[in-house]
């Protein structure tokens, strides 16, 4: 079946640690897209990527970081530069920019401890 | 800049009651629209789109939404929930930067026996 696939469902941080979310898609969809969600503040964009090897930063890249060498591929990672980076992250593709729906995958909860 | 505001933050009713969800968004310019439903811990799940054609859009589990331009509103209703139909309810349109879609901020429906 064709999706969106995130792992680890659940991850946890130590202070001061970088940490990899993965994401990968076989609906060859030529963009996707990171986003984080927290209570109330519905979904904000992290970083975007149209094609391989090009992303840009959405509203909220500041201690983020990504890669996109292939298409079924897009990483997040989040640094230690992250002052907050407890929250739920969603990963999602789309056919490309404006065209139509986006798809999510499960989300990777993430906790500093 | 697009924008989407879900006016209800969080929505309780009793078993079988009617519901509406309210969203609005901020453009006038041609634009596709968006409902998402998140169950706890997990990703969003599409539940029905607005592209063209019929205002009036339906979801196989009995949740419609009508497109208003004249208003630039696109809320969500039900005629009869169920406890199943319990979970956070996002509104979401085309127009952002990136290409991505502009989430509202959620409305977490609560159903009651």
């Known amino acids: 079946d064709g999706g969106i696939t995130q792992s680890p469902k659940y991850l946890f941080r130590k202070e001061g640690q970088n940490v990899t979310l993965s994401c990968e898609q076989n609906?060859?969809?030529?963009?996707m897209y990171w986003y984080r969600q927290d209570p109330g503040q519905g979904l904000r964009l992290i970083y975007y990527s149209q094609i391989v090897n090009d992303f840009q930063k959405g509203d909220i890249a500041e201690g983020y970081s990504v890669s996109r060498e292939k298409k079924e591929s897009f990483p997040l990672t989040v640094t230690s530069a992250q002052k907050n980076p407890t929250a739920f992250y969603l990963c999602?593709?789309?056919?490309?920019?404006?065209?139509?729906?986006?798809?999510f995958g499960q989300g990777t909860r993430l906790t500093v401890v | 800049a697009q924008s989407v505001t879900q006016l209800d933050s969080q929505v309780p009713v009793f078993e079988e009651a009617p519901v509406e969800l309210r969203c609005n968004y901020s453009s006038s310019v041609s634009v596709y629209l968006f409902w998402y439903v998140q169950y706890p811990n997990q990703g969003l799940q599409l539940l029905l789109k607005y592209l063209s054609g019929s205002t009036l859009v339906e979801s196989i589990n009995g949740f419609e939404a009508e497109f208003n331009k004249s208003q630039t509103s696109f809320h969500l209703r039900k005629p009869s929930v169920h406890i199943s139909d319990t979970a956070e309810y996002f509104c979401?349109?085309?127009?952002?930067?990136?290409?991505?879609?502009?989430f509202g901020k959620g409305t977490k429906l609560s159903v009651k026996p």
């Open positions: 979401a349109v085309t127009g952002g930067s990136q290409g991505n879609l502009i």
């Open positions: 609906l060859n969809h030529d963009a």
């Open positions: 999602a593709s789309s056919m490309g920019p404006r065209k139509t729906e986006a798809f």
